[in-house]
């Protein structure tokens, strides 16, 4: 193995939504109001490339299984790859019969 286990990994991020939703009992049906916000808090994101992927080139005269070779590791690898964190409102309404 050319890496220990546990050595990829990838940042955590929490999102907390909120659902806020009243009914409206009709005589002919139900008229529903909802409000939805997603990530309520306005959390952001920085996301860099934290695991090496890459490519390994072995050379070529050794056996299987060596550790012998060049490793160029991912493009992306410490780079930052995108900037998340935008706060979402969504407004809907239903009506069932």
């Known amino acids: 193995m050319l890496e220990p286990n546990g050595a990829h990994r990838q940042s955590s991020w ?4 909120l659902r806020l939703e009243k009914e409206f009992n009709l005589k002919f049906g139900t008229f529903s109001v909802f409000a939805d916000i997603f990530n309520l808090l306005g959390n952001k994101y920085v996301r860099t490339g934290l ?3 890459g490519v390994w080139y072995p ?5 299987q299984n060596t550790s012998l070779g060049t490793y160029e ?4 690898y410490k780079k930052i790859t995108s900037v998340s964190g935008l706060r979402t409102f969504k407004l ?3 009506f069932t019969f």
């Open 51 to 53: 695991n090496p992927w």
């Open 92 to 94: 809907s309404v239903r």
């Open 14 to 17: 929490d999102n907390a939504d």
């Open 73 to 76: 590791p991912d493009y992306y």
């Open 59 to 63: 050379d070529a005269n050794q056996p």
